[in-house]
């Protein structure tokens, strides 16, 4: 439960420390004494979102701080525990405002994001403003005051999220099938020029050998000649030749007997010159002898070279790059198997979450329709004692119309409400008026509040436009809900005022310059003088004062 509260410069608070206890704490004061203002600093220290207009004027920063005795909340703790922020003592929520409109969030002391304040305010406060019975005009407010009844939070928040997954499924899968036809014939091209060029079967270095090898063939005639005229004049030259030349330059020099020198060098280097030139004459005659210009061996080369070269300029490339436009075309076809996969694996997985789906909002109907029922009686006795007399409340749940996943579940759930006797059962925006969609809100919020895993309950003004006996009657429901927890209430009822276990009044106090907004425990004295103010105006009289202590004590008893 909120143990205390710490308000720093916002709004018109200066300094505010509250001390808080169990049971039922009523908050009183004149209008625009700052009550509301409590309840919106601690809404900023349950990340709410807030700008620098809360920030009092004349200081650099709003410091808002919660303390929470979380022994009792195990939600909390394993919160707390999940993310490494728990401690011993009290739970500390923080929230600091800059005048630059900056914010800054603690939890423990340890900085946090906003998110994560309104994630653990939610397992420890729950607001019920004087505003909320505008909501339930709203069938979505219908269906979560049902579910939180239900007690099926969890459960059709799996429901929200596994139609959530349907629908993204069935998304992707469209997207992967609707290009089905032009994927496939995209497929089927594919499938056909890898055929082609798997027939070509070109292998890594053959385009360079065949083209080498044709041309050879091409210059057959050529190069015969030219290897017969260079036989001619190394070594069958009549005119002379070169090996006979370098064979008469050796004999003249060795016949001198040369031993060193320059002239042993030159010896050496001709007769080398004379081996090589005995060796390319061999050469040149092996390959006289073995050289094949086969014309069919030409025919079938230019005949694979214009098959390669065909297939080039019908893919626009050049015919060295069909290895490479081979491998791309190969993983292109690859990418189509692989979207003909995924969409078999889509279709699967659309069907298990449907299934999933299925499972999970049957189950969650289930819980509605039971809870429905008792919901609806509950309601309706409240509205009975709240001066509604033969007045009658049902939940209808209709099934949606469409079989598809519906974030919602299987039904859409909405209050029908009869406010006078004989009256056909019909739409809650349709027939209650203001005063009593406000005691209809205030049958609802305490009825769910009953089943509440939340300790703290906080009733910002919910008995607006309700008075006489009914405001007692509220009172009493809600001290009924503080003997279970913790609630706080703002009110201007003295009915209600009187219910309650603690009295807090909020006034301003006065100074030279400016005006700031206090809280003081009322003790008892105080207190019935506080409610006979509230019940007979500004001046007290023994009447009023008689009958503040009359309700006061029939509180007590």
Not at 11 to 27: K, N
Not at 445 to 463: G, K, M, N, Y
Request: some cysteine; aromatic content about 4%; charged content about 25%.
């Amino acid at each position: 439960m909120l143990v205390h509260l710490s308000i720093r410069n916002y709004a018109i608070v200066d300094q505010l420390d509250l001390e808080l206890r169990s049971g039922m704490s009523v908050i009183t004061g004149e209008t625009g004494a700052g009550k509301s203002i409590m309840l919106d600093a601690l809404g900023l220290a349950l990340g709410d979102r807030a700008d620098s207009s809360v920030v009092r004027p004349g200081t650099d920063k709003a410091d808002i701080l919660a303390s929470f005795d979380v022994s009792q909340i195990p939600e909390a703790q394993a919160w707390l525990r999940e993310r490494d922020l728990e401690q011993d003592g009290p739970c500390i929520l923080r929230r600091v405002i800059t005048a630059e409109g900056r914010s800054r969030a603690y939890i423990n002391g340890t900085p946090c994001p906003q998110g994560d304040l309104k994630a653990l305010g939610e397992l420890l406060i729950d607001i019920h403003s004087q505003h909320e019975h505008q909501s339930l005009l709203k069938t979505d407010t219908h269906r979560r005051l049902l579910d939180a009844y239900a007690g099926a939070g969890e459960l059709a928040r799996q429901v929200l999220l596994a139609a959530q997954r349907w629908r993204q499924t069935r998304q992707e899968l469209e997207r992967v099938s609707s290009s089905g036809d032009e994927q496939r014939a995209r497929h089927q091209l594919l499938s056909y020029q890898l055929e082609e060029l798997e027939a070509l079967a070109l292998g890594e270095q053959e385009l360079e050998q065949l083209e080498e090898e044709h041309k050879t063939l091409s210059n057959a005639e050529h190069l015969l000649g030219a290897c017969r005229q260079v036989l001619d004049l190394c070594s069958e030259s009549d005119a002379g030749n070169v090996l006979s030349a370098l064979n008469a330059s050796l004999n003249r020099l060795t016949a001198f007997s040369p031993n060193a020198g320059a002239m042993a060098s030159a010896v050496e280097l001709l007769a080398s010159a004379q081996i090589q030139v005995e060796e390319a004459i061999g050469e040149l005659n092996r390959f006289i002898d073995h050289f094949d210009a086969d014309p069919e061996r030409q025919q079938q080369l230019e005949e694979r070279l214009d098959s390669i070269y065909t297939l080039a300029r019908k893919h626009r490339v050049q015919p060295g790059e069909l290895g490479e436009l081979q491998q791309r075309l190969l993983e292109e076809l690859e990418s189509l198997n692989a979207d003909d996969q995924a969409q078999e694996r889509l279709t699967e997985e659309l069907a298990a979450y449907a299934r999933h789906y299925q499972e999970k909002a049957e189950e969650l109907s289930a819980l509605r329709h039971r809870a429905a029922s008792e919901l609806s009686k509950a309601v309706e006795v409240e509205m009975q004692r709240l001066g509604m007399p033969g007045g009658r409340f049902q939940i209808e749940l209709r099934a949606n119309a469409t079989d598809e996943p519906h974030p919602a579940g299987l039904e859409q759930v909405e209050f029908l409400v009869s406010a006078n006797p004989g009256q056909p059962l019909r739409a809650l925006a349709k027939v209650a008026s203001g005063g009593e969609l406000s005691r209809i809100s205030l049958a609802i919020q305490v009825i769910t509040a009953q089943t509440s895993r939340v300790p703290t309950l906080v009733f910002d003004e919910v008995d607006v436009g309700i008075g006489g006996p009914t405001a007692e009657v509220v009172g009493q429901l809600l001290r009924r809900l503080g003997e279970r927890g913790q609630v706080l209430c703002v009110t201007h009822l003295p009915q209600v005022a009187a219910q309650g276990h603690q009295h807090l009044f909020v006034h301003k106090q006065r100074g030279r310059s400016d005006t700031s907004t206090a809280v003081a425990h009322l003790e008892r004295q105080q207190r019935i003088e506080e409610v006979a103010r509230m019940l007979g105006g500004v001046d007290l009289t023994d009447e009023s004062l008689a009958h503040a202590a009359k309700l006061l004590a029939n509180a007590q008893e």
